[in-house]
């Protein structure tokens, strides 16, 4: 079956850079979108970067356009989320998800676009 396990969260100061990874087994990852989303305590999860399946384009929402970059490794099945310049705001699970459909068409960018889903990662910014 398809699974996504996230890493590379943790604790880091604002301002500064993490680096998150999703690694994909169970399908062959180079025919499929993939997004990142996160999800404060008591609040929805939220979208933050998809990236097409030949990874040609890619969005962002306008809370972390200019300072976050998802871009992945076809030949590592794994999807990553560049971020720096990172806020107290930004404090959340992040997960990685993809869809059950190949070759997408277009940006996938909520949550009911997508059925897989990995078991998160948190990310904590400090002031």
């Known amino acids: 079956q398809v699974q996504l396990v996230e890493s590379g969260g943790g604790l880091v100061q604002a301002g500064g850079s993490l680096r998150l990874s999703c690694a994909v087994s169970?399908?062959?990852?180079?025919?499929?979108?993939m997004g990142w989303f996160r999800q404060a305590p008591g609040k929805e999860r939220e979208f933050i970067a998809a990236i097409t399946w030949n990874g040609a384009a890619t969005s962002y929402a306008d809370s972390v356009k200019g300072r976050f970059a998802i871009s992945r490794d076809n030949l590592r099945n794994t999807v990553y989320l560049q971020m720096n310049r990172l806020l107290p705001v930004d404090t959340a699970v992040y997960y990685c998800a993809t869809r059950s459909g190949a070759y997408g068409v277009v940006l996938y960018e909520t949550i009911y676009d997508y059925d897989f889903w990995g078991q998160g990662t948190q990310v904590t910014v400090s002031s």
């Open positions: 169970g399908r062959t990852f180079s025919n499929y979108d």
